[in-house]
């Protein structure tokens, strides 16, 4: 199978690579890019450690070929960080409250949170439970992640100047 | 878990995409948000040649209300339609029912159509489309044409279009202003598809009842409707339990997929009724 | 000098040492995906293997044709077990004393297993090539049931043993039998059942399930012919027994291996035993002279690697009718599938299931154990657990329930009557334990009193009525357990592994400068080592917890020890850290005394330096004795300040805890919403409490999965029904219960620093908990036992048999 020019914005710089049509974009993250934080844990599109944001949407780069991923943005865990090399927020908060173990669903799960709340700055915890509903952790419960985006959220915005908090929450009423 | 190698295709327009589709024939596929159609490439239980991607296809997208009708191109996320305002209040029950597909990451890039089009009674959006009288669009080499929800589904994948054909848009009527709505839905988790689920609507004459994951279709009932519409509650279970045929799978056996459907179409009947204005 | 000036207790609180909730060194890295796991590594030339896997559960192979497979681009070689023959590894030594096979010889014993092995440039070629081998079968009666697996004209399973008489464990009675283990005392047992007052009788069945850490099993081997070294990279929890077996069973000489654990997503068990993928990896690595990598896919997890549980607890417990326990017998039947996999020290085939007896001082007992083939996956490994000690925990405390029921008290009160008391520990059980300390009451009243026991009955008995009255359609199920566990296997003297003591060890140097670097024998995977090993040294030593690197998993800089599981990394890596450290701190004393000019009696420890006694002025910070050390000549004393300690715990530990769920159920669906989660644990003194809350969290969450809904099923033909994520249950953040943690304190006596470990007491704990919170809803209807997991349907069942639908 003849491969394919692929190109797009990985954490603020253009890359390119070659790869064949059905290389699943974690694959080629991961082994072309060797960007080596979303990781690869049921291939089935449920765990979502491969969890990286793609123009702006939360997605399982296990279930998206690179393909389909040209001329998109991406970012990843290793975008999150600060520009000074110092932990972002988000990272320093699952530190702080313990919101990691393995570390292995880590860097989907702050992904998928950074998304959460870039669309609802000041969710419930219910919200953050729903919100990321779509990545499994096998040694947290949860409770500390739950946590550690309940007080990421809380310093960001601290950080922010005050303005609208018209944040229009990520309803679960349905989903109850 | 690794597809087996397939020519990836991106037209910009319908015409390309269904070209190619008669270009290829059986060997083609096209793929909307993928999470059905990639996970059965990487099972290798879907071997295709060529892969048409429909993403950069600009009239596939869009939500549309207008003249009592809200239409949605193919393409509309389910994200997307849960955080459309006018969609939410115009039909409350598409949101309801969205909210409760899959987890965040899959309604970011899973769509209404490939959602209605795949065939699958594990999906969600096609009982609800019949429940809501729903037309669907298809475009093939013949032009386009109409074929309602109700009329789609064949058999587990297999529906009224033809291979070469693409849905393009879901036609819903809105609601009478004050129709009681409801999707009620009990899973063994998020993320995983109906033990039983059921869209009811019901208005001050009128009553539209389905249900996912209970045959090899989705299971609108026009006996149960009638019943609801009449008030009789269990009338529309009873016709609804008459229709279905569920099958026994990890979810539990068919004695308990009946119960359950029965139990969630009640709470989704009274949700709806405590809804109606 | 800052020095000079802070109190003893705020120079203590900078160490960061026991009791301290440290951050996590490991989070920096973790936090940005600079983690490095197995998968994440790449060589310079490295291949991919993947595995051609039955179909079936129980067939004959006619043939194998590679043909069409090695002309897939990019396909370098398929490995059978014609292969793998000449050199004799087409078998491979289980940890149980059994056999396995690398690759399918002649046939296949359960679907899943690895029959051929693909070598390509990469997994897509390697996926291609797969699916172009090309196997014949010849389908054979397949037995999924280990009850029926021991009729007399079952299916021969086993060809290889035809005839065998004696297994590793002792006689075999049954072409389909491995074992039969028997502990306490019978005869006794049973004349105690014979007279007994009250005897109530179940089977407990702890269903089938699987680690499932989120990340597979995999490696990377990498033979350099040059050197003749081979290195090995994997998802090991146990790095210094796979290098001993590496060498044992493929020759290389053990000083030419390496082997290396990178870190690890989560292991809960599956990484402990050794798998087909390794010792094909290596035989490839070797074939072609290049790096190779073999990961497991999903599927290929939950179908081949390492299952656990699957045990038929037959139980009888007999009591006074006041409730007083008086005996206690149980007939197991383990299904262990294809090949006896287990991963148990090598005496006790069935772990530690002789821990039975629980909490409760229960006189006398007897427990027998029969091992069964079956055509499922290999396994029986200790998922979060130590060894078969949530099997047994579940066992007793389901009896328990089933004594309340029988007697007709509250399992509360039944439980309090028949603890073993806080005076009789040491306490020697009926199957043969000391158990080493506890305080069960008090944990116990401690627990009843935070959920507000007494208030909760009440409730529920409202609630019963109002159901009754038809008001609501929803119960509430008040689950509760006490359990005992036993970890930190273990004591050479009867805990080994392939003949491998079961110490464990730790390597401390201190730096010139006053920081150091230590190693141990373990391998953390998740549970955080590098920050509360530290913890422990700090504390000993004086030297602050950050100053301080924490280096495990390479086999050849770290010391030699029996690696991670079964609860066992704090109670024995734990106690040669504090006695490596113990040591440096004797040689310290030396110098600061000599530095001092005093005599080594003459000064004594103090947080952080050796201080000159009654004249606290005149002093020598750990910082300058370790310098001291790299620099003095002091007659009688080795330069440098380095310590190693191996160590070989006198006794097992036991931790234990209290918990207690709420459950509310709903009838007519069968589902469930855990209202509230108390977990009281006892793991004696507390390293880091913010690691030992997570802990708790975590695995709580599993024994929630496992309880409510995670099973690896198979039908009638040996189908497995469980094989990805959409069908084996593993919860999201939005069916996780909320966690409340609690503990009490009893230090373990004979762990230099009192602890006892802590990161399996939640499964073991939860599952019965969870389980017996169903059981209790129904209780008030006659249910005395049904079987998990309780996922939606089999409680709807219950209600259902229980007539409550009408």
């Known amino acids: ?176 | 878990m690794i597809p087996a190698g397939f020519e990836y295709h991106r037209p910009a327009d319908l015409a390309s995409a269904v070209g190619l589709l008669q270009e290829h024939g059986e060997e083609a596929r096209v793929v909307a948000g993928g999470h059905s159609l990639i996970p059965m490439m990487k099972l290798r239980m879907a071997e295709l040649g060529h892969l048409v991607d429909l993403q950069a296809i600009g009239e596939l997208k869009g939500i549309e209300i207008a003249d009592g009708t809200a239409i949605l191109g193919a393409m509309t996320t389910q994200h997307e339609l849960i955080e459309h305002a006018d969609l939410a209040t115009a039909i409350p029950l598409l949101r309801e029912a969205a909210l409760q597909i899959a987890d965040p990451q899959v309604r970011y890039l899973g769509t209404v159509g490939g959602n209605v089009a795949n065939g699958d009674p594990g999906n969600d959006m096609p009982g609800l489309m019949q429940c809501l009288g729903a037309r669907f669009e298809l475009y093939g080499p013949a032009g386009t044409r109409q074929v309602a929800a109700r009329d789609f589904y064949e058999s587990a994948y297999f529906t009224a279009r033809a291979d070469d054909e693409i849905l393009t848009k879901v036609t819903i009527p809105v609601p009478a202003a004050g129709t009681g709505y409801a999707y009620a839905k009990q899973k063994r988790k998020i993320g995983d598809y109906a033990t039983a689920a059921a869209a009811v609507l019901v208005g001050t004459a009128s009553a539209s009842v389905a249900m996912t994951n209970l045959s090899d279709t989705p299971v609108w009932s026009e006996e149960a409707g009638m019943a609801l519409a009449n008030g009789d509650i269990e009338g529309c279970v009873a016709a609804m339990l008459a229709a279905i045929d569920p099958q026994e799978d990890m979810r539990g056996p068919i004695a308990f997929k009946k119960h359950v459907a029965a139990v969630i179409l009640r709470r989704a009947i009274d949700s709806a009724l405590s809804r109606r204005a | 000098m800052k020095d000079e000036v802070q109190s003893p207790e705020e120079r203590s609180a900078g160490l960061k040492g026991l009791g301290c909730s440290r951050k996590r060194v490991e989070d920096v890295r973790f936090t940005q995906g600079r983690g490095n796991y197995v998968d994440d590594i790449k060589l310079d030339g490295m291949l991919t293997g993947d595995f051609v896997r039955s179909p079936y559960a129980h067939a004959r192979i006619l043939s194998i044709n590679t043909e069409a497979a090695l002309a897939v681009p990019g396909v370098l070689a398929v490995l059978t077990a014609k292969d793998l023959e000449p050199l004799g590894l087409h078998w491979m030594p289980t940890l149980a004393g059994d056999k396995q096979m690398v690759l399918a010889d002649g046939k296949v014993l359960f679907q899943g297993q690895e029959v051929a092995y693909v070598v390509a440039t990469d997994r897509y070629a390697a996926a291609d090539g797969v699916a172009a081998v090309e196997v014949d079968y010849e389908d054979l009666p397949v037995v999924t049931d280990p009850f029926k697996a021991m009729d007399p004209d079952a299916p021969v399973l086993r060809e290889d043993l035809a005839g065998q008489t004696e297994g590793a464990h002792g006689p075999r009675r049954h072409h389909n039998h491995i074992f039969t283990w028997e502990q306490g005392d019978k005869a006794a047992t049973e004349a105690v059942l014979a007279e007994a007052d009250v005897v109530a009788e179940e089977m407990v069945y702890y269903h089938r399930t699987h680690p499932m850490p989120l990340e597979t099993c995999g490696c990377v081997a990498s033979m350099d012919k040059v050197t003749g070294k081979l290195t090995l990279w994997g998802t090991f929890q146990a790095p210094h027994a796979v290098r001993t077996v590496a060498s044992l069973i493929s020759g290389i000489a053990e000083h030419n291996i390496r082997v290396i654990s990178p870190d690890i997503g989560g292991g809960f068990g599956n990484k402990v035993g050794v798998y087909p993928g390794y010792v094909c990896s290596i035989v490839a690595s070797i074939v072609t002279g290049k790096p190779v990598k073999w990961v497991e896919s999903r599927m290929d997890n939950l179908m081949s690697t390492a299952f656990a549980r699957d045990y038929w607890m037959q139980g009888k417990i007999a009591a006074t009718k006041e409730g007083k326990i008086t005996g206690l017998w149980c007939h197991t039947t383990a299904d262990h599938g294809g090949f006896d996999a287990c991963a148990d020290p090598t005496k006790f085939p069935a772990g530690f299931m002789n821990i039975c007896t629980g909490s409760y001082d229960i006189p006398v007992a007897y427990l027998a154990v029969d091992g069964v083939y079956t055509n499922k996956a290999p396994g029986g490994v200790a998922y979060r657990c130590s060894f078969r000690v949530t099997e047994a925990a579940y066992f007793i405390e389901r009896m328990i329930e089933v004594l309340a029921i029988r007697l007709n008290m509250d399992a509360a009160e039944l439980r309090r009557i028949n603890f073993i008391r806080k005076d009789q520990f040491p306490y020697q059980s009926a199957l043969g334990w000391e158990y080493d300390s506890g305080d069960y009451h008090t944990a116990w009243e401690k627990a009843l009193n935070a959920v507000g026991y007494d208030v909760l009955r009440r409730e529920q008995a409202e609630r019963l009525e109002a159901f009754k009255r038809g008001e609501t359609r929803k119960l509430i199920g008040i689950g509760l357990t006490h359990f005992t566990e036993i970890v930190g296997a273990g004591p050479v003297k009867n805990c080994d592994i392939l003949g491998l003591g079961m110490f464990d060890s730790c390597e401390i140097r201190i730096h010139p400068t006053g920081s150091a670097i230590a190693r141990l024998g373990t391998i953390s995977q998740g549970q955080g080592h590098a920050t509360t090993f530290a913890q422990i040294i700090a504390s000993e030593i004086g030297i602050p917890a950050d100053d301080i690197t924490l280096e495990e998993g390479d086999t050849d800089t770290a010391p030699y020890g029996l690696g991670t599981y079964g609860s066992r990394s704090t109670p024995v890596a734990g106690a040669a850290t504090a006695m490596a450290a113990r040591k440096i701190r004797a040689k310290a004393q030396m110098i600061a005394a000599y530095l001092l000019e005093v005599h080594d009696d003459d000064v004594e420890f103090e947080v952080d330096r050796f201080v000159v006694k009654g004249a606290p002025e005149r002093f020598k910070t750990m910082k300058e004795i370790a310098f001291a050390s790299y620099n003095q000549a002091i007659p009688g004393v080795e330069p440098g300040l380095e310590a190693v300690s191996y160590y070989d715990p006198p006794n097992m530990t036991y931790p234990f805890g209290a918990y207690i769920c709420v459950m509310e159920i709903d009838v007519d669906t069968g589902e469930h919403e855990v209202r509230s989660f108390y977990a009281l644990d006892d793991c004696g003194t507390r390293i880091n409490p913010m690691i030992i809350e997570g802990q708790v969290h975590g695995g709580a969450t599993e024994g929630y999965a496992i309880a409510m809904g995670q099973e690896i099923a198979y039908d009638e033909m040996g189908n497995h029904k469980t094989a990805t994520l959409m069908d084996f249950f593993v919860p999201t953040a939005w069916e996780t219960p909320h966690y409340t943690t609690d503990f009490t304190v009893t230090p373990s006596p004979h762990h230099p620093i009192g602890a006892k470990g802590v990161g399996e007491s939640p499964n073991v704990g939860s599952v019965p908990c969870f389980s017996n919170a169903v059981h209790d809803a129904f209780r008030p209807f006659g249910l005395v036992q049904s079987h998990m997991p309780h996922d939606h349907w089999r409680i709807w069942k219950i209600a259902e048999d229980l007539g409550l639908h009408v």
Do not use: W
Request: charged share 20%; proline share 4%.
């Open chain 1, 1 to 176: 199978m003849s491969k394919m020019h692929i190109k797009f914005h990985l954490n603020g710089q253009e890359v390119e690579g070659l790869a064949e049509p059905r290389m699943l974009l974690i694959h080629f993250l991961r082994e072309n890019l060797k960007v080596t934080g979303p990781h690869i844990g049921c291939e089935t599109s449920h765990c979502g450690a491969c969890t990286v944001d793609l123009n702006g949407k939360s997605v399982k780069s296990c279930t998206l070929f690179a393909c389909q991923a040209d001329g998109a943005a991406i970012t990843t865990v290793e975008g999150l960080t600060n520009p000074d090399g110092t932990l972002g927020v988000l990272q320093e908060m699952f530190r702080e409250h313990h919101g990691l173990q393995c570390g292995f669903c880590t860097p989907g799960m702050i992904t998928r949170a950074h998304r959460l709340l870039q669309e609802n700055p000041t969710p419930t915890e219910e919200e953050v439970r729903f919100g990321i509903s779509g990545n499994l952790c096998r040694c947290t419960g949860y409770q500390n992640i739950v946590k550690a985006i309940l007080a990421a959220a809380e310093q960001l915005n601290a950080h922010k100047a005050p303005s609208s908090s018209e944040a229009v929450g990520q309803n679960v009423e349905a989903a109850e």
